[in-house]
C-alpha cells in the first residue's frame, strides 16, 4: 500500500471552501429599521453596532455589520484615521469585485469613526469589543461602554482566548454580556464562536446567534474555556509547525504544503500564523500556556520574532516574506 492510500478520509480534514470577501454577507437581507433593539424584542438585526478598537478585527467586524445595513460606530483609540481607511478599502475591494449591494458612499454613510468609547451610541444594540489581547484592557474598555449603553444592549468580546467569565466580573450586568469569536478575515470567514460564559442568559445567547446568522454566517455555541475550540486546536498546530521550522524537520513553504496538500487546509499553519500576526499569536499562547499547561508554551522562535518586529502579513515579513 503507498503511503496515499493508507490515508483514511478521517485524516484528512474537511475541505473548507475558500469564500472570497463578502460572499458570506447577506447585504440583501436588510435589517429593519428599530433603532432601540433589545435581546428579548428583536433578534433578527442589531440596528445599531458599536465595535471597539479598529485594527484588523475591529475593522473586519465593522464591514461586516456595515454591509448587512446597521449603522455602525466604530471607537479607536489610537488610529481613527487608519481605522476608517481599512474599512473604506475593505468596502472598496467588495464593491470592485462586484459583491456589494450598494454604493460604498452610501455604505459608508452608516459609519462614524471615533477615538473615544462616550461616542457609542446609548441606542446602540450591540457592543462588540476589539482591542488588543489584554485582559486588564479589555475589562476596563468593557466596563466604560456599559457606562454609556442602555440596559437591553448586549456587549461582547471578540477575545481569541481569554476567559469570558473573568471579563464578566468587570460589569456590573453580566447576564448580557458573551464572546463573539469573529475570524480573520472578517468578511470572508464564515464563523463566529459564541461563547458563553458563567452568567451569559439563554436568551442573550440566542440574540447573538440569530444575529450572526443575519451576517450570513454560522456561529457555533461553545462554553467558556481557555482558547474556546478554535483557537485551542489552531494556535497548538502553528506552535508545532514553528518548532518543526525550529528543528529544521523542513522549510516554513513546504511545512504549510504538507497541511494544505496533504490535509486539505486552506491555508497552512505558518501562512495562518502570518495571517493572525505573530504577536496575537504569541499572547493567546502565553494564555493558553499559563492555563492548560506546557503543550502551549510558545517556541522561541515565535518570541524572536516578535523582538524583531517581523509579525506576519500586517508588517510585511513573519514566516513568509509578503514584501
Ligand atoms: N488577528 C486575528 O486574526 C484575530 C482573530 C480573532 C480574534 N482576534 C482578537 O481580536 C482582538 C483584536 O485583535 P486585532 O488583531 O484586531 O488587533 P490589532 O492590534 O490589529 O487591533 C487592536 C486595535 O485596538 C486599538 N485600541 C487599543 N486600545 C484601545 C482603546 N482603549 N479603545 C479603542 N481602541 C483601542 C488599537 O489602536 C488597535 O488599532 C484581540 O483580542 C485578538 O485576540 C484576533
Known amino acids: 500500500m503507498t503511503p496515499e492510500e493508507s490515508v483514511t478520509p478521517e485524516e484528512s480534514v474537511t475541505p473548507e471552501e475558500s469564500v472570497t470577501p463578502e460572499e458570506s454577507v447577506t447585504p440583501e437581507e ?41 449603522a455602525v ?60 489581547e489584554d485582559a486588564g484592557l479589555k475589562a476596563e474598555v468593557l466596563r466604560a461602554a456599559e457606562g454609556v449603553v442602555g440596559r437591553g444592549a448586549v456587549l461582547a468580546t471578540n477575545t481569541s482566548s481569554l476567559s469570558v467569565t473573568e471579563l464578566a466580573a468587570a460589569l456590573g450586568e453580566p447576564r448580557r454580556f458573551l464572546g463573539m469569536h469573529f475570524f480573520n478575515p472578517v468578511p470572508a470567514s464564515r464563523l463566529v464562536e459564541v461563547v458563553v460564559a458563567a452568567e451569559t442568559a439563554a436568551d442573550v445567547v440566542e440574540t447573538a446567534r440569530a444575529w450572526v446568522d ?33 528543528e529544521g524537520v523542513a522549510d516554513a513553504a513546504a511545512i504549510d504544503t504538507a497541511m494544505e496538500l496533504g490535509y486539505r487546509h486552506p491555508m497552512g499553519p505558518l501562512r495562518s500564523t502570518d495571517l493572525v500576526g505573530l504577536d496575537v499569536r504569541l499572547a493567546i499562547a502565553e494564555y493558553l500556556h499559563d492555563t492548560l499547561g506546557e503543550r502551549f508554551s510558545p517556541p522561541q522562535l515565535l518570541r524572536d520574532k516578535v523582538a524583531a518586529g517581523e509579525l506576519g502579513r500586517k508588517t510585511g515579513r513573519g514566516f513568509h516574506d509578503y514584501r
Request: proline share 5%.
Open 30 to 70: 436588510s435589517v429593519t429599521p428599530e433603532e432601540s433593539v433589545t435581546p428579548e424584542n428583536d433578534a433578527a438585526a442589531p440596528t445599531t453596532v458599536a465595535v471597539i478598537g479598529g485594527g484588523q478585527m475591529g475593522s473586519g467586524i465593522a464591514q461586516a455589520f456595515l454591509t448587512a445595513g446597521c
Open 73 to 132: 460606530t466604530l471607537v479607536e483609540s489610537f488610529a481613527p484615521d487608519r481605522a476608517r481607511e481599512r474599512v473604506t478599502a475593505g468596502l472598496e475591494g467588495a464593491a470592485s469585485r462586484g459583491k456589494l449591494a450598494e454604493e460604498v458612499s452610501a455604505v459608508l454613510a452608516r459609519l462614524s469613526v471615533h477615538a473615544s468609547v462616550s461616542a457609542v451610541p446609548a441606542g446602540a444594540a450591540l457592543v462588540v469589543e476589539a482591542v488588543p
Open 214 to 246: 443575519r451576517l450570513g454566517k454560522t456561529g457555533i455555541v461553545v462554553t467558556d474555556s481557555p482558547g474556546f475550540a478554535s483557537s485551542r486546536l489552531g494556535v497548538l498546530l502553528g506552535l508545532e509547525a514553528i518548532r518543526m521550522l525550529e
